[in-house]
C-alpha cells in the first residue's frame, strides 16, 4: 500500500471511530430520555434530533459553522477562554461525523430500549434498584444488540462522511484529508492511479468491518436465548 | 396495625377509554387473595403497593408506615418499600443465571455478580442449586416460578406480593406449587397478598378474601 494513502485510511478510522464513540454516548443517554412512551412532544424531538441525517450534509457544515466557527456561540466561547478553534482541524471533522451519525443510534437506541420488557425493569426496582444502577445493570445489557447495530450503521455513516466534514475541517493532506476528501481530490487533480488505489483501500476497509460486524453481533448471542 | 390498609384512586387512559380504580381494604390477615375477572385492577391495585403504578389520591400504609399519601405528599420509591414482588409471567433476568437473579438485590452496586462468583444461600430452600448456572430460558413453569420467589425472598421482604402465580402452571403442578407456597409462608412468616382468578386458588389459600370488579370492591 503506498505510504500517501496510509495516512487518509488512518485518518479515516481515527475520526470515524472516535465520531461514533461520541454519537454513542448522547444516543444512548437521550434515547433513554426519550424513553418509551410515545407522547406529541417526545416524537417532535425525536423528529427534531433525527435532522441531520434528512438535510443536505451542506446544511449541516453550515450550521456547524455557524456554531463553531471563529464568530459563533460556541466556537467565539472556546477561542476566548480556552484559544482552541475547530475549524480546519481532525477535531473538528469528528464532531461533524459525530453529528451526521448521531440520528442512527438515537433511533436504533431508543427502539432497543423500548423492546426491553418493562415487568423486568419493574422487578429490579422492587429490588432495590435506582433507575441509573437498573439501566447499566438490565436494560443496556438487554439492548446492547440494537445498540451495536445502531453504532454500526453510525460508524458505516462516519466512514462515508463527506460534505460537512468538508465545510467544517476542510480537505488539507496529512490533517483533515479522510479517504473520501481524498479520492474527490484524486479526481479533480486527474490522479486516476492515486483515485484508483483509495477507492480500493476504501472498498477493503469498509468490507473487513462489515464481516467483524457480522461476527460480533453473532458472537454475543446469548447462548440461551433471550 | 400489623398488615396493609389502603384507600386509592387512580383514573387511566387507554384507546380512548377511560378505567377508574377506587379501591379501599385493610388487611391484617397473613394470606390476602385479591380475587376477581380479568379486567377487574387486580395487578393495578398490587402495582400501586409496590409503587410500582402512582395513585391519582389516596393513602397505602405498610404496617403503619406510610407509603403512599397523597395529602401529606410521601411516595416512597419501590425500591425503598421492602417489598418482594413475584410477576405473573415471573420477570426473569434473561441474561442473567439463576443463581445471579436470586442474588440480584442483594447486590447494591452497578454490575451484576460474575457468574461464577455468585455465592447464595437461597437456593437450597428451593432446590434450585442443581440450577444455579442456568439460565431462565432453559427452566420448566415450575423451576421459574421458584426462581422468581426465592428472588423476591432474598432480601427478607416484609410483604410478599403475587400476581397471579399459578397461572401459567398446569394443573398437578398448580397443586404442588400452591402447597409449597403456603409452606414457604410459615417457613420465612411473610404476610403476603396473592392475585388470582382461580376459585380453586381462593380456597386451597385461605386467608381474608378481597373481590373486586370494575376497579372496585365488592361483595
Given amino acids: ?226 | 396495625m400489623k398488615g396493609v390498609s389502603l384507600a386509592i384512586e387512580k383514573r387511566l387512559h387507554a384507546d380512548r377509554r377511560t378505567f377508574d380504580l377506587a379501591v379501599r381494604f385493610e388487611s391484617a390477615a397473613q394470606v390476602t387473595v385479591l380475587f376477581g375477572p380479568s379486567g377487574a385492577g387486580k395487578t393495578l391495585t398490587l402495582h400501586a403497593i409496590a409503587g410500582l403504578l402512582r395513585p391519582d389520591r389516596g393513602e397505602i400504609r405498610i404496617d403503619d408506615r406510610v407509603v403512599f399519601s397523597s395529602a401529606q405528599r410521601i411516595d416512597i420509591a419501590a425500591r425503598q418499600r421492602g417489598i418482594g414482588f413475584v410477576f405473573q409471567d415471573y420477570a426473569l433476568f434473561p441474561h442473567l443465571t439463576v443463581a445471579q437473579n436470586v442474588a440480584f438485590g442483594l447486590q447494591r452496586g452497578w454490575f451484576n455478580a460474575g457468574t461464577r462468583a455468585v455465592r447464595c444461600e437461597q437456593l437450597a430452600p428451593f432446590d434450585l442449586q442443581p440450577l444455579a448456572h442456568a439460565y431462565p430460558a432453559d427452566l420448566s413453569g415450575g423451576q421459574r416460578q421458584r426462581v422468581a420467589l426465592a428472588r423476591a425472598l432474598a432480601g427478607q421482604p416484609r410483604l410478599l406480593l403475587l400476581d397471579e402465580p399459578f397461572a401459567s402452571l398446569d394443573a398437578p403442578l398448580r397443586t404442588r406449587m400452591r402447597s409449597e407456597l403456603l409452606a414457604l409462608r410459615h417457613r420465612h412468616d411473610v404476610p403476603m397478598i396473592v392475585i388470582t382468578h382461580d376459585p380453586d386458588d381462593v380456597a386451597a389459600l385461605g386467608g381474608q378474601v378481597i373481590n373486586l370488579d370494575n376497579g372496585r370492591v365488592v361483595g
Wanted: net charge positive.
Fill in chain 1, 1 to 226: 500500500m503506498p505510504a500517501d494513502a496510509i495516512t487518509p485510511l488512518l485518518l479515516t478510522l481515527k475520526v470515524a471511530l472516535l465520531a461514533t464513540a461520541l454519537a454513542t454516548v448522547f444516543g444512548v443517554a437521550i434515547g433513554k430520555l426519550l424513553g418509551r412512551k410515545r407522547s406529541l412532544l417526545r416524537d417532535t424531538a425525536e423528529s427534531l434530533l433525527t435532522l441531520p441525517l434528512v438535510l443536505p450534509p451542506t446544511v449541516l457544515g453550515y450550521y456547524l459553522l455557524v456554531l463553531l466557527g471563529r464568530r459563533g456561540t460556541l466556537g467565539g466561547w472556546l477561542q476566548e477562554n480556552f484559544g482552541i478553534s475547530l475549524i480546519f482541524t481532525w477535531q473538528g471533522a469528528v464532531i461533524a461525523s459525530a453529528v451526521a451519525a448521531f440520528p442512527l443510534i438515537l433511533r436504533a437506541a431508543r427502539a432497543a430500549f423500548a423492546a426491553v420488557d418493562p415487568q423486568v425493569e419493574n422487578a429490579a426496582r422492587t429490588l432495590g434498584l435506582g433507575e441509573l444502577k437498573l439501566f447499566v445493570r438490565v436494560t443496556l445489557p438487554l439492548a446492547w444488540r440494537g445498540v451495536l447495530a445502531g453504532a454500526l450503521l453510525a460508524l458505516a455513516r462516519a466512514m462515508g462522511e463527506f460534505g460537512a466534514t468538508l465545510m467544517v475541517a476542510g480537505s488539507l493532506p496529512g490533517r483533515t484529508q479522510t479517504l473520501s476528501l481524498a479520492i474527490y481530490d484524486a479526481v479533480m487533480a486527474g490522479d486516476d492511479a492515486r483515485a484508483q488505489t483509495l477507492v480500493l483501500i476504501c472498498l477493503i476497509t469498509s468490507v473487513v468491518l462489515l464481516i467483524a460486524a457480522a461476527q460480533l453481533l453473532r458472537r454475543g448471542r446469548p447462548e440461551r436465548g433471550a
